[in-house]
């Protein structure tokens, strides 16, 4: 069994704005796992949290947003070499969905311009990295990974469908504790 914390610093989701103007993104993505592992293979659960804001002309967008995902992680070399002072490279897959909440601080911004953005901040998608951790001791580690992350969203707002649909790069920071 693995328990972990994850900071990833994102170029993950470039959010869209209105008439092709990009707003800024997250500054990063705190989050917490746990997994089973069986052999060299992990099945792990994911729950990350984000928040950012946005502004547009004189309107303050607020989102905050909460992302599950499954992920199954594949370690290189032979499980049983995790040992204290040990380095063990992975490679990982992980499918997401999002859930935000989108407020406007002013009442400039239309009730249809925040459901966009809320649409658009309920994305799902999967991301595929490679990474490595070195184990402190056999049952704590510290690692990295990056990888590519697919996103994609759709917005009915303005009476027409949205699709956007993006490939970004990110890299992740893991803390983790293994049961053993």
Do not use: C
Request: charged share 20%.
């Amino acid at each position: 069994m693995v328990f972990g914390i994850r900071y990833t610093n994102t170029q993950e989701q470039v959010l869209k704005g209105l008439n092709g103007v990009v707003d800024p993104v997250a500054k990063g993505r705190f989050g917490l796992f746990a997994g089973q592992e069986s052999g060299n293979s992990t099945f792990l659960v994911g729950f990350n949290y984000d928040r950012f804001k946005m502004q547009r002309g004189d309107s303050l967008l607020y989102s905050r947003r909460l992302t599950v995902d499954i992920g199954y992680r594949y370690q290189l070399l032979s499980a049983d070499q995790a040992k204290a002072m040990s380095f063990m490279p992975f490679l990982a897959l992980h499918l997401f969905k999002s859930y935000s909440k989108v407020e406007a601080d002013s009442s400039i911004m239309r009730p249809v311009d925040a459901k966009y953005f809320r649409d658009i901040s309920n994305d799902d998608g999967g991301w595929i990295s490679i990474g490595a951790e070195y184990f402190f001791a056999p049952v704590f580690s510290l690692g990295a990974e990056g990888g590519i992350r697919y996103t994609r969203a759709n917005s009915k707002a303005y009476g027409y469908d949205i699709h956007i649909r993006e490939y970004n790069s990110f890299v992740a920071i893991l803390m983790s504790f293994w049961l053993k």
